[in-house]
């Protein structure tokens, strides 16, 4: 959209068209196609002259399961039920990754493109939401792996999947949602100010520890528990283990209270994003 404001001579600004409250989806729609090319330039520097390659996606949440096992399934001696605890922690910790990555990724998504951003104009917001359609190779290379995993421990621990499976479609949506809402928020607070990019190692440290991933979630009948659902991960979490592992679904209320957080961490990400978006370039 063009706009003429009167002055010494006649000066034109460039800018997307906007509607209030405007999430800037409707001008993503309309640059998918920019999306899918710098979503697919991220998958190929990512992976480009490594010597394992994707086999990266499966050491991480396998080394990190190991040390689940030993700490919470050996020590602690966490009840899992009938699931084999690799089983219960990898479940977890996949989807986990899968938001933490997209966040961490997309924090730091326009500092690291910040000469494409001064030079021409483009729907800022692809650039948060390229890193997370990334994320999702190493979610789902290491899905193929629990799913495998689930069908090889599935015989002597009575695991089958079921058309329950279909609840954890569910959960990563919602995950992606809330993933794109904060990492969107950090992207631009990341801007303005520098300092923020240490925000980002705390919350993957933080939250790790509050979201049901090496251990079992709370019922949601416990005291605070609907407190402890505000986490969106919380819920989605243990909805995605249910879906894949048969463990118990979390209670409507508490499935509510965490479906309801990662919206409006979603909403309230993205609105942020649109307010600080036309200070950007100036700044980087």
Known sequence: MAINRPGRGTKTWIDAERHFPDLGLRAVWGRADLLLFLARRDIKVRYQQTFFG???ALFQPL???AIFWVVFGRFVKVDTGNIPYP???????ILWNLFIHSVTSAANSL???????????FPRLLLPFSTVVTSVIDFLIALVLLILLISLFAPY??????PRILLAVVAI????????GLGAALAALNVMFRDLRQLVPIISQVGLLATPVAYPPL????????????NPMAG??????????GTPLPSPLALGVSVGSALLMFVGGLLLFGVLERRLADIL
């Open 111 to 121: 500092h690291n493109h910040r000469e494409m951003i001064g030079k021409i104009y």
């Open 157 to 162: 621990g009575g695991i089958w999947l079921s």
């Open 87 to 93: 089983l219960f922690g990898l479940a977890g910790l």
């Open 219 to 230: 019922s949601g009948s416990e005291p605070l528990a609907l407190l402890y659902y505000l």
């Open 173 to 180: 949506l919602i995950t992606l949602m809330a993933a794109a």
């Open 54 to 56: 994707v086999l990266w």
């Open 63 to 65: 080394i990190m399961v």
């Open 236 to 245: 989605q979490v243990t909805l995605f283990r249910a879906a894949l592992l």
